[in-house]
């Protein structure tokens, strides 16, 4: 009976020890909150006429010459040039993004443009957010990490800059709390995650 519980305690102890090396992956978590991306409609686009014509937008050529349309599913909005030019905001996936153009070129039919081409989008930038799962002291990471900008005093988060294997700009709180920017794909947000982590690992263990 001696030698059954002593093998039960082992097992134990080797699911405690499993536990802990994936406690980072556990604790871990980022989703997309923006993505920016832009493309053309290969086509001339009456701003004034559409604005005229069409709820939901804004257009002030005195201020900017682009035209505002703001799209309610998916919640996104689209900034829209004459020449055709479109940038798209607000979209949490690119099928979000898909659609969000389907509903524009069906929108421009109501004032007789009709787009016939599938529009090309190039993603120009991703926001995300999430938590690594660890407290950290903002003072001893702006001493010891290269490429920081620290302003306690004017706002309460270090802005880090991942220069390698992605370059991904970081918003760090002490509470483990985290903004990314400037990735250009999921994989990019998930591989400067990962680095960061690495990287904020080492400033512990100096």
Do not use: W
Request: with cysteine; aromatic share 4%.
């Amino acid at each position: 009976m001696a030698a059954k519980k002593t093998t039960k305690t082992t097992k134990k102890a080797k699911r405690s020890t499993s536990k802990s090396k994936g406690a980072d992956i556990v604790k871990k978590e980022i989703r997309i909150v923006n993505i920016v991306v832009n493309t053309s409609l290969d086509h001339d686009i009456p701003l004034e006429k559409m604005a005229a014509t069409l709820p939901n937008t804004e257009y002030n050529p005195e201020q900017f010459p682009g035209l505002v349309i703001r799209i309610k599913d998916p919640k996104t909005s689209a900034l829209i040039f004459s020449s055709g030019n479109v940038v798209c905001t607000g979209a949490r996936t690119l099928h979000d993004v898909d659609e969000s153009l389907k509903k524009i070129i069906k929108a421009l039919t109501k004032i007789n443009i009709k787009i016939t081409i599938k529009p090309v989008i190039t993603v120009q930038n991703i926001v995300a957010s999430g938590s690594i799962g660890m407290m950290l002291n903002l003072n001893v990471l702006a001493m010891r990490l290269n490429n920081i900008e620290y302003e306690p005093e004017q706002f309460p988060g270090l802005v880090y800059k991942l220069m390698t294997p992605v370059k991904a700009t970081f918003l760090l709180f002490s509470n483990g709390k985290i903004v990314c920017t400037g990735t250009k794909s999921e994989e990019e947000v998930h591989l400067a995650l990962d680095k960061l982590i690495v990287n904020l690992k080492k400033v512990k263990t100096r």
